[in-house]
């Protein structure tokens, strides 16, 4: 098993799946889909009907195709099968649940794809068109499924998936990302994550890794890319875009498109991939917003549509702050211009410098690190998403620097960089950064996270190995990911600068020592307490440096959202009645934790019972075809 496939959890599949809604009954027929090698591959078929042929969808999970029959099916058919257009085979992945029976070492995940491809492709109920749909390891093996080109193949929709395995995706800023490593080598284990440790400097193994997992030239599909500003896989998505844009298959490269929005990568808490809440925040401009597109994609495709899908633009975004969707033709869209906010004194972050040279001062000990509290994670004991950082900064152990509040909005589109000049007194420390938004009630929301172990400043190579003196100051930059943000009037930009984010990234010892004594990623060995400074004023301008989008015109926003939806009566109890919305849209309903509690299709006027809903609040959300969305709220009460 390639250790390609594998960024990714468990519990992203059966969160979002088990957040759909439970209506209506699915049934659906166990196939066994024959591979080369003579095994088969078990997988459910889910057939609107029994007459009819269908263009198919094809899932392939490494967690249990069990779970699609009772949370429901993807592109936001859940349990509405019989008014789909599309039928759908979910197959269990060799050596895993259903196809536990079919191990083979020598077997290729992407050559398992092509074989259940064209065999689908033969089927009596199959018209001979087949899409695949997935997140994370679900996404992952689409892209090895593609690069087989399997002629019946029409298109793909990756999730939060990337499938190259890069170096920075696991150390970033040379640090392991520790809890990643550990969720993955728990529901991977001898898949070879131990490489991660074993290899924390930049070599010719990594090369290889990343050489020979990134292959856009087999690429000969179109695919539309789904990911999320708050997933750890957002970086590596953007890039696969570009580069499928620059180098897949001439015939298919203007025909790439992605769609980012407010979401985490899944597995953790109540966020997934779509839904209304992540971390501590909602998003009801967004919520489901990826379903609407993806279908779309899918109709267009493998039904021959003339839905507008064409007329998308290639980059689909979400604007936090503002909470609107974007469209450009390139990211960072155009009109973006960098401005400087600098580090002064009393931890203010100013336009203007400071004018005289000083230090902030604070202690790192590994043995009381800074913690993890949500952000870009992938572990059942870590939150997920966007958090308030007020616990992180009232200890003592950081630098808080933030601006005023805000007399204008500040539209943020690209990447924030750090530019920062930093002494200890430890040969080897880190530097973490926290970007958040400051509300007016002051919470601290967290919206990104960098980091760099000071050793790997001049490049991640053994050869590129630097060690700090103490007395001397050195300059340093960090990137933030790419992200959307608008900070809205009234809030404040707010950097935090630590030497630690625990469990979520290892520890740095401070001695200048192994980093990983016995392979183990979470050793403390020795460790020392370090001074550490971060320096600002006319000969160390420590800034942060922001792409500043100048005119939000040059985007195209997207009518989607409306809130002039009236629910009559309100409070209700048995029935209510739902004015401002056109006929034969997709009525949603959600609870207060943004779990689908009822839902209608081809609404056609009627009074929708809500009988069996609980005394609450409760959201409303109508889709139409267009993919415009009315949002609407109203209480049950008995």
């Not at 050489?211 to 696969?240: K, R």
Request: net charge negative; charged share 20%.
């Amino acid at each position: 098993m390639h250790i390609n496939y594998l960024s990714s959890f468990l519990l992203f599949s059966l969160c979002a799946l088990l957040s759909s809604p439970a209506l209506a009954q699915l049934n659906w027929e166990v196939i066994q889909i024959p591979m080369r090698d003579g095994k088969n591959l078990i997988a459910d078929l889910y057939l609107p009907n029994d007459s009819d042929t269908f263009p198919v969808v094809l899932v392939q999970t490494p967690y249990g195709k069990n779970f699609f029959r009772t949370a429901g099916l993807p592109l936001g058919i859940w349990h509405d099968l019989s008014n789909s257009p599309f039928a759908f085979v979910i197959m269990d992945w060799r050596c895993r649940f259903a196809s536990s029976g079919a191990c083979n070492p020598e077997a290729e995940r992407g050559e398992d794809g092509y074989d259940a491809v064209e065999w689908i492709a033969t089927q009596p109920w199959c018209n001979g068109k087949i899409g695949t749909v997935g997140p994370s390891a679900l996404g992952n093996v689409q892209y090895q499924t593609a690069r087989e080109q399997p002629p019946h193949l029409i298109c793909a929709i990756p999730e939060v998936a990337s499938p190259q395995f890069n170096y920075q995706q696991y150390l970033p800023g040379g640090v392991l990302r520790a809890e990643y490593f550990k969720t993955l080598s728990w529901l991977f284990p001898g898949s070879g994550f131990d490489l991660m440790v074993a290899n924390p400097y930049y070599n010719l193994i990594w090369q290889i890794a990343e050489a020979s997992t990134m292959y856009p030239e087999d690429i000969t599909i179109p695919m539309f890319l789904v990911g999320g500003w708050y997933d750890h896989n957002l970086v590596d998505n953007l890039i696969m875009m570009d580069t499928l844009v620059r180098a897949s298959d001439p015939g298919v490269r203007d025909q790439h498109k992605i769609l980012i929005g407010p979401w985490v990568h899944g597995g953790t808490g109540d966020g997934f991939l779509g839904s209304l809440e992540q971390g501590q925040l909602t998003y009801p401009e967004a919520d489901g917003f990826n379903h609407v597109l993806s279908r779309q994609f899918m109709e267009h495709y493998l039904l021959g549509m003339d839905n507008g899908w064409e007329n998308q633009s290639r980059y689909t975004f979400f604007q936090m702050g503002d909470n609107k969707w974007h469209q450009a033709g390139t990211w960072p869209p155009n009109n973006v211009k960098n401005e400087e906010l600098f580090f002064t004194s009393n931890q203010v972050l100013t336009a203007e410098p400071a004018t005289v040279n000083d230090a902030y001062t604070y202690l790192y000990d590994p043995e009381d690190p800074s913690p993890t509290i949500g952000g870009k994670t992938l572990s059942l004991q870590l939150d997920q998403g966007p958090f308030d950082q007020s616990e992180v900064e009232d200890r003592n152990d950081n630098v808080v620097l933030t601006t005023k509040p805000l007399s204008s909005p500040l539209p943020i589109q690209g990447k924030i960089k750090v530019e920062l000049y930093f002494a200890s007194d430890r040969l080897d420390t880190d530097v973490i950064l926290r970007l958040t938004d400051v509300y007016p009630d002051g919470r601290s929301m967290l919206l990104s996270e960098s980091v760099l172990r000071m050793r790997f400043r001049e490049g991640f190579r053994v050869v590129d190995t630097a060690f700090m003196q103490e007395g001397e100051i050195y300059s340093v930059t960090l990137d933030f990911d790419d992200i959307a943000h608008t900070f809205v009037s009234g809030h404040q930009l707010r950097l935090i600068i630590s030497s630690s984010n625990y469990p979520n990234l290892n520890r740095n010892m401070n001695n200048g020592g192994e980093m990983y004594p016995d392979n183990n990623p979470d050793t403390i060995l020795n460790p020392l307490i370090a001074s550490n400074q971060v320096w600002y004023g006319p000969a160390y301008p420590s800034k942060i440096i922001l792409p500043v989008q100048e005119s939000l015109t040059s985007t195209k926003t997207l009518d989607v959202t409306s809130t002039a939806v009236t629910v009559l009566p309100n409070p209700a109890s048995s029935r209510i009645e739902i004015k401002d919305i056109p006929h034969n849209a997709k009525i949603l309903v959600f609870d207060h934790s943004g779990r689908i509690c009822l839902q209608k299709s081809n609404w056609s006027g009627q009074k929708v019972d809500i009988s069996q809903l609980p005394s609450g609040i409760y959201l409303l959300r109508a889709e139409e075809n267009s993919g415009k969305i009315y949002l609407g709220r109203f209480m049950v009460q008995r």
